[in-house]
């Protein structure tokens, strides 16, 4: 066991992945000499070099077509988008092109490029460097869509996501990069083991589903509820396309009651999916509607008020009152 | 042989390489002449055979869309010289990355006739193996693949190989910003890719004047490529550049522009209506300009047999066509399992679910009939 931060853990599972594969090259803005805005490649072009450690032209577009190129020629490009905000001039070649490849070539053409995204506010930056994307390339087929919350998972994730034969949209929690924890680089995780969820804390009274960012936010909130003896059942989702729906259901099955919390937008977003599908397959289980804690329908907000919109733990609780029926804030007359 | 040669013509700044001329006549040029000395008549005559072949196949994609054996055709009437010229200079192992239109070049990689038709019949969402000819299946979006291109240079210069990349696109293509950061990737990374641009003087309705007021050559040594600016209709001329292109590219002194000035005869796709939007006369004025007309007229003059040449290569459109419409008759409609399959390339709970409960959904028709039978 090792101690590292998030972002150590990051760096450790890409050099991992570097030395397992010499197809393996990492692409991006800054990447090589500065090691990335956040330094999550500190060091990496020194080691393996400026053909493995791509620093790219500034254009998102060029970055994800040309790792496609180089992906149809035999390598296994993990790219690095600098912040959320910037990741839209690349859409077209994410959603058109690299999603949706393998179908298009019926098989024939695979196309394992992983895009590292730092994801979600809470560090005071200026707009485009604090958005939640996930639900745009959660709704695109061909794409698999996943978010570590921890240092372990950090490092075993990205290099399962690298290992994958599809393509990966990589949500790395930014604010998140400088938490530290105990992390096995010994450890061989289970085949498949990228698209699972993890019961983060198991309670009796209320399941809570969180990813990335707010998986530290909701066992906070869930060790406050203790207090007032309500027992929460603590989901880290991980995977966001496919969904492990089976541990959702039979976590609700269980509690009957559920909250999902994100900082997107709520409207269109991994919440609604959640709910509707959960309602779907467990609607006889359930005491109380789903209950969304999320971000709002706004474009991300300036510093000084991005505390109102981040679901913090008082919004999860006031969000759990609700659904075990002891109150919390109405939801007005059209809730 | 011993060809006629008009060495009198000036070449100002917006003169085209050009090696034979609309009437048939070969003119001297010295960039391109030296890239084209083994095309003796007979080489020529194949070139021939093989534009007349395109031309059918091309009818026949039209005929078939009107006949309602297709969902849509894009027509490549006019542009023979520029996909047989460029298509029969590549290498087995240069890499293409085509727009939709490509038909000639693919036909050049020997992609069978189901696999030219199989996308546009709706029956798959593309032709052919990649990997198999060595060619991406079709791009719709504009421009998209030319930044897979310059990827795949660049993985060409990492691993050393001597083979090249080409990408193909029109002139409205040139005004994407993924064709011009295509371009700058290949200038940075030095990448062995060659840039293939039929300028056929229509983006749909939108002549090239709307794209550009100056060469789209000229954008392209902007960015620090090496450009010929050739007659596209022209095939000799075509082969000559795009081999001079594939030798730059070859020895790393970094990526080449082709602009082939030809034109496009036809419509956009058998869903558009050219008459809404272009001049009869500049019809009639390219019409002079055709590339098979003058390749006839060169080797008429070169004292080739044209009736038996005629025959040869009436012979083998013919048995294209005939291929082509074999591969429709015959091709099995898709399998429901077809809208699941490849989606991903190994299992995704979700769609795994939906797969499975459509299947259940359909079985249910099944038992329904065998009830009431």
Redesign the interface.
Known sequence: MKSLTFSQALNTGLRASMERDSKV?LMGEDIGKLGGVFRITDGLQKDFGQ?RVID??L?E??I????????????RPVVEIQFDGFVY?AF??IV??LA?M?????????LPVTIRIPFGGGIGSPEHHSESPEAYFAHT??L?VVAPANPQDAYTMLQQAIAD??PVIFLEPKRRYHTRGEVDTELIPEP?SL?RAKVARSGKDLTLVAYGPLVKTALDAATAAEDEGIDIEVIDLRSL??????TLNASVRKTGRLVITHEASRFGGLGAELAASITESCFDYLDHAPVRVTGFDIPYPPAKLESHHLPDLDRILDGVDRAMRRGGTSRGEEG | MSPTFDSTADPGPDALLQIVGPDGTRHLCPELDPWVTDIDADALENLYIDMVSIRRLDAEGTALQRQGELGLWAPLLGQEAAQIGSGRALENDD?I?PSYREHGVAYCRGVAPSDLLRMWRGA???GW???EVNM??QQI?IG?Q???????????R??GSSAA?ITYFGDGATSQ??VS??M??AA?YQSPLVFFCQNNQWAISEPVARQTTGHIADRAAGFGLATWRVDGNDVIAVMAATRAALAHVRTGSGPAFIEALTYRMGAHTTADDPTRYRDALELEEWAAKDPLDRVAAHLDGLGSDMNALKVRADDAAEKLAAGLREAITSMPDPEVSDLF???????????D?QRDFHQRYLRSFESTAEATA
Do not use: W
């Open positions: 090259v053909h790219t032209p254009a577009s060029g994800v077509g040309t790792a496609i190129g180089l992906a149809f020629r035999g390598y001039p077209d070649q058109s092109q949706k393998h179908f298009r070539s019926r098989g024939n053409v695979k087929a061909g698999r034969d599809d498949g698209y396309s496919p969904v492990d729906f089976a | 890499f990355f798959a969402p593309s193996n990649p990997y991406a299946n979006v998209a030319t930044l897979h291109a310059a990827g795949y240079a660049m993985g060409l990492f691993d990349a910003g993924d950061e295509a700058v990737f940075s399959a490849h989606v991903y390339s190994h299992d995704h709970a979700g769609l679910e």
